[in-house]
């Protein structure tokens, strides 16, 4: 069922869990997703960038795929339908498609440009029951053409955009979007006790959920990170399966070229992504 993601986030934030938010790229991804948290009943959060929105023929139409698919897979987990790292304009255009959540990265912008984007933003999600998140301090890697450093947010900063009433703050930390390289000095857990405490308790966001060590996910949720967000790690599992199928010849096997023998089994191999990130963030039967 179709909700706003900020109930969810309050329970996983009372119950020291967090709630996965896997980005959809296609009908597969979505239906191998939802498949997963309806078997685990676990709330999930489907992300949609911008890009993916465009790709998917707009984001009515994503709007319109998922409530379908919602309805006909029998999904009875707690389901948000949100927009990833949203410009100005691509948050309004998701409250007008139906989505349940949305996102504003506004951490680019000087602060008092994006604390006036924001509140405008708050409002215009409230006043139509839908939840919103926010950004301080870019994170790292590329998403969506928006490139961070993955610069470690100010605390201070932090309590601005909470205080203007926004349900959930994704502030860096020193994760990174993709792939980790190996010099990466790993989260910065002091930062975020003290983004924490200046945002009054509120659900935190973990951008960058790929590749980050079990320990220091269980970590974060410790202090209070409720909804971790992953991509890159459903995409490099997709494609190795579909990869190894190919290189197999399977796909020169009888009808092996259909899409939906060939898609398979990147389908199952993110399935087992998602399965594998909702039991470490600990939300399997928190539905």
Known sequence: ?????????????????AVGQFNINNLEWTKAVLQTAEELKAP???????????YMC???????????????????VPVALHLDHGTYDGCKKCVEA???????????YPIEENIEKTKELVALAHDNGMS??????SIGGEEDGVVGMGEVADPAECKMIADLGIDFLAAGIGNIHGVYPPNWKGLDFDALAKIQQAADGMPLVLHGGT???????KKAISLGVSKINVNTECQLSFAAATRKYIEEGKDKQGKGFDPRKLLAPGVEAIKATVKEKMELFGCVGKA
Do not use: N, Q
């Open 1 to 17: 069922m179709l909700v706003a993601a900020a109930e969810m986030l309050k329970k996983a934030k009372e119950g020291k869990y």
């Open 44 to 54: 999930v959060i489907l992300g949609v960038s911008e890009g993916a929105g465009k």
């Open 58 to 76: 707009g984001f009515k139409t994503v709007t319109e795929m998922v409530k379908a698919m919602d309805e006909s897979l029998g999904i009875t």
């Open 98 to 108: 139906g989505f349940t959540s949305i996102m504003f990265d506004g951490s680019h």
């Open 132 to 137: 919103i998140e926010a950004e301080v301090g």
């Open 211 to 217: 590749g980050i060590p079990a320990d220091m996910i």
